[in-house]
């Protein structure tokens, strides 16, 4: 399925997509796109999927622009195996005239690890503030 509109604040098209085989397996895909008339523009996509066996995973990823140049993203995944073992990861960055940030999240058989890293606005890693 697909959608789209504009107008006089910007535009937006939306996409989806499901299918399943009647076996157990299944899958799922969908993605978004915004525009604003300022200059701005957000994104955003997915999946997911659904086996038989019991294993399931999911992808996806969002940005945003603003028409002054700052920006964020993220994206990531997950997966869950057969025997009900987890793992994945996620990754995300912000970028503006103040500073930046660069961030990392991953799990693995139970356990998290996380690392980021900020910078002020001269490019000079600082402490990331909670």
Known sequence: MQASASGA???VQRARQWQA???GNASARSAATRTTAA???ATRQGSAER???GSASRQGSASVQ???GASASSSGSLARA???TLSGSRQSSVDGTQGSYQGSTSVQDGS???TGTCTDASGTV???RP
């Open 21 to 23: 085989d009647g076996q």
């Open 82 to 84: 057969a025997d009900g």
């Open 51 to 53: 086996n038989a066996d």
């Open 39 to 41: 200059g701005g523009s």
């Open 9 to 11: 604040h910007g535009s």
């Open 66 to 68: 603003r028409a002054d």
């Open 112 to 114: 998290v690890v996380h």
């Open 126 to 128: 600082v402490p990331c």
